[in-house]
């Protein structure tokens, strides 16, 4: 347990408004073993990095098993680094906080790991942990890994506002991932990486509007504890079967409340997501993989009914 607590004043007034609070038990300044070992058996890590303008960019790192090592508790080595194509390349610096997530579609399981870059090399850095904690398996859809993809990654193209092909992406999405920071200051947590699942047409596209449901959860809030302090946010939608991945910055605002929860079944809040810039690189990800099979919790939801 960190010693002054785990949650910063955002991530208190989140749980207020939702009605809940959390100890955090769950949440350390250190790694338990089972989380070192977790990262190093990973193929790909994601990552929540705020460029040069504040920010947040959700990104994702792939390389053989092996190439996140914890060499102490309070450490993670990522031997990778964005190519220079993908839009989180530059905000990859020594002293930049970053948030990091680990996720095994195989077992459902993933963990997080919060802190700050301390040094960055050639094409590896490392990473100081100011938080380390688990989540349950809750929206994590399973899938295999099949062979890796060979196509050439194709240039990034830059979006002003969603087309077709990113709304084609997102419209058969079962998985997303969300970048979050805190106000200057809100130490410990500072920067985080979610993920959030759901059966395909979960996300609901409105313009260059985004609308998602909130399921329950670990009522920790570290996300929303997030947003309520700083409302610019970062996703990140990867089409499995292709490697192509669509990232997006905007704004994000939370409903608590409203007869629009009662639109979709299961939601015990709503956020949108303002989209202000994207930009989708196909076959980025050479890692592939199988069709889903549905977490239970996922089936128990359904889909946007329409309006009355």
Not at 88 to 97: G, K, L, V, W, Y
Request: glycine share 10%; aromatic share 10%; hydrophobic share 45%.
């Amino acid at each position: 347990m960190l010693p002054d607590g785990p949650f910063h004043a955002g991530e208190l007034a989140a749980q207020t408004l939702a009605g809940v609070a959390s100890r955090g038990a769950g949440i350390r300044n250190f790694m338990p073993d089972q989380h070192r070992i977790f990262f190093g058996q990973l193929p790909w890590v994601f990552a929540s990095v705020p460029d040069s303008g504040g920010w947040p960019l959700a990104t994702v790192l792939a390389a053989k098993p092996g190439f996140v090592t914890s060499p102490s508790p309070t450490a993670l080595l990522v031997a990778a680094l964005p190519s220079k194509d993908d839009p989180a390349f530059e905000t990859f610096r020594r002293d930049s906080p970053i948030g990091l997530l680990g996720l095994e579609f195989e077992t459902r399981r993933r963990n997080r790991a919060n802190g700050r870059i301390e040094a960055v090399a050639a094409n590896r850095f490392t990473v100081e942990i100011a938080q380390s904690f688990g989540n349950c398996a809750k929206y994590i859809q399973v899938r295999n890994r099949v062979q890796d993809g060979n196509e050439l990654a194709a240039s990034a193209s830059e979006l002003t506002s969603l087309d077709a092909q990113a709304r084609s992406l997102i419209a058969g999405a079962d998985t997303l991932f969300i970048a979050s920071v805190a106000a200057p200051g809100s130490e410990p947590g500072g920067v985080d990486i979610s993920h959030r699942g759901g059966r395909p047409g979960f996300v609901r596209i409105d313009g260059d509007t985004l609308t998602i449901p909130d399921f329950a959860g670990n009522n920790y809030f570290n996300t929303f504890g997030n947003l309520l302090q700083e409302p610019r946010a970062a996703l990140l939608f990867v089409d499995f079967q292709t490697g192509t991945l669509l990232q997006l910055q905007g704004e994000a605002e939370i409903l608590w409340q409203g007869p629009e929860l009662a639109r979709l079944d299961g939601a015990e809040r709503l956020w949108r997501f303002h989209v202000r810039r994207g930009w989708c690189r196909a076959h980025a990800l050479p890692l592939r993989w199988s069709a889903p099979e549905f977490a239970p919790t996922t089936l128990q939801t359904g889909l946007w009914a329409a309006a009355a």
